[in-house]
């Protein structure tokens, strides 16, 4: 069982950065992809980024893509999102999951956090 708590929302203007951190308990996040989605009122959960640990591989959207970055700490068993340039189209709740496996850039994923909220104003 793995348990995820982000944090790090918050609100910006456009054009600023923020990080956010995925803490995770439970197990080590060694044997694990960890990704971050995000979801907009009225729209489905979408993909951001992910890292796999294993393979150092990651995966961006294409609307990111740039301007993201994901990254993890072995030791604090963290992972972040880095996001700058942030545009209003990026304000949504933002989630952090984990899956055994490979990258996927669906919703297939193992465990998810609670969420965090990240506001990006004009």
């Known amino acids: 069982q793995v348990q995820l708590v982000e944090s790090g929302g918050g609100v910006v203007q456009a054009g600023g950065s923020l990080r956010l951190s995925c803490a995770a308990s439970?197990?080590?996040?060694?044997?694990?992809?960890m990704g971050w989605f995000r979801q907009a009122p009225g729209k489905d959960r979408e993909f951001v980024a992910a890292?796999?640990?294993?393979?150092?591989?990651?995966t961006y959207a294409d609307s990111v893509k740039g301007r993201f970055t994901i990254s993890g700490a072995n030791a604090a068993n963290t992972v972040y999102l880095q996001m700058n340039s942030l545009k209003p189209e990026d304000t949504a709740v933002y989630y952090c999951?984990?899956?055994?496996?490979?990258?996927?850039?669906?919703?297939?994923?193992?465990?998810w956090g609670q969420g965090t909220q990240v506001t990006v104003s004009s």
């Open positions: 890292i796999s640990w294993s393979g150092g591989t990651t």
């Open positions: 999951a984990a899956r055994g496996g490979w990258i996927l850039t669906t919703t297939q994923y193992d465990y």
């Open positions: 439970g197990r080590t996040l060694r044997s694990y992809v």
